[in-house]
T-cell receptor, first 111, second 111 residues
Framework: EAQVTQNPRYLITVTGKKLTVTCSQN?????MSWYRQDPGLGLRQIYY???????DKGDVPEGYKVSRKEKRNFPLILESPSPNQTSLYFC??????????FGPGTRLTVL | RKEVEQDPGPFNVPEGATVAFNCTYS??????FFWYRQDCRKEPKLLMS???SGNEDGRFTAQLNRASQYISLLIRDSKLSDSATYLC????????????FGRGTSLIVHP
C-alpha cells in the first residue's frame, strides 16, 4: 500500500529540547516537503527536497532543519523548539511538486 | 494582500444543492492550480487539478479564469460526505516551486 508515514503523531515537549519528526514514503517519489498548518494561516511550506541531497527553503524555514540522505526519508529537525513552533505538521511527497500526497500529520506542542 | 485568497465560509447547504467556491490569486505569472480537500484534523488530499480548458470529474467542475485571476470549484448534487474544507493551491509564481495554499473554504452539507 502506497503511503506516507510520520512519527510521532503527537508530541508535547518543552522549549529548547531538540526533537526530530520522521517522514517516510514508499512511493519512490523524488519530491518531498514539510508544511505547518496554523489556524487562520493555512498551510505553509517549511522546506522541500527535489531529490536526495537537494533541499531548499520554503516560506517559513526559520528554526527548522531537514536532511535528505535517502530517497524515502525526509526528517524535520527542531534544534531548539520554541512555543511559536506549536503547530500541526504535514510531510508530503510527489513525483513532482504538482500532485502531493500528505502524511497523516504530527501535532506538536512546545511548552 | 495575501497571494491566494478564499472565502472561509462556512457554506452551509442542503443535500442536493449546487455550491461554488472561488479562489483569487495575485500573481499573474502563476502556472499551476489545484483544489485539495481536507477533512477535519486530517491530511489534505488532491481533489483535482485546474486546467485552462476547465476540468470535470463527476459532480465536481474546476475552472480557471486567467484574465480575472481566479479559479473556481463547482459541486453539483451535494452529498453529506462532501462536508470538508476545500483548499485552493497555486504554484509557479515567479518560477517558484513553493505552492501557496489558500486558507480554505469550509463546506457543511446538511440533510
Amino acid at each position: 500500500e502506497a503511503q506516507v508515514t510520520q512519527n510521532p503523531r503527537y508530541l508535547i515537549t518543552v522549549t529548547g529540547k531538540k526533537l526530530t519528526v520522521t517522514c517516510s514514503q514508499n512511493m519512490n517519489h523524488e519530491y518531498m516537503s514539510w508544511y505547518r498548518q496554523d489556524p487562520g494561516l493555512g498551510l505553509r511550506q517549511i522546506y522541500y527536497s527535489m531529490n536526495v541531497e537537494v533541499t531548499d527553503k520554503g516560506d517559513v524555514p526559520e528554526g527548522y532543519k531537514v536532511s535528505r540522505k535517502e530517497k524515502r526519508n525526509f526528517p524535520l529537525i527542531l534544534e531548539s523548539p520554541s512555543p511559536n513552533q506549536t503547530s500541526l505538521y504535514f510531510c508530503a511527497t510527489g513525483r513532482g511538486y504538482n500532485e502531493q500526497f500528505f502524511g497523516p500529520g504530527t501535532r506538536l506542542t512546545v511548552l | 494582500r495575501k497571494e491566494v485568497e478564499q472565502d472561509p465560509g462556512p457554506f452551509n447547504v442542503p443535500e442536493g444543492a449546487t455550491v461554488a467556491f472561488n479562489c483569487t490569486y495575485s500573481n499573474s505569472a502563476s502556472q499551476s492550480f489545484f483544489w485539495y480537500r481536507q477533512d477535519c484534523r486530517k491530511e489534505p488530499k488532491l481533489l483535482m487539478s485546474v486546467y485552462s480548458s476547465g476540468n470535470e470529474d463527476g459532480r465536481f467542475t474546476a475552472q480557471l479564469n486567467r484574465a480575472s485571476q481566479y479559479i473556481s470549484l463547482l459541486i453539483r448534487d451535494s452529498k453529506l460526505s462532501d462536508s470538508a474544507t476545500y483548499l485552493c493551491v497555486v504554484l509557479g509564481s515567479g518560477g517558484s516551486y513553493i505552492p501557496t495554499f489558500g486558507r480554505g473554504t469550509s463546506l457543511i452539507v446538511h440533510p
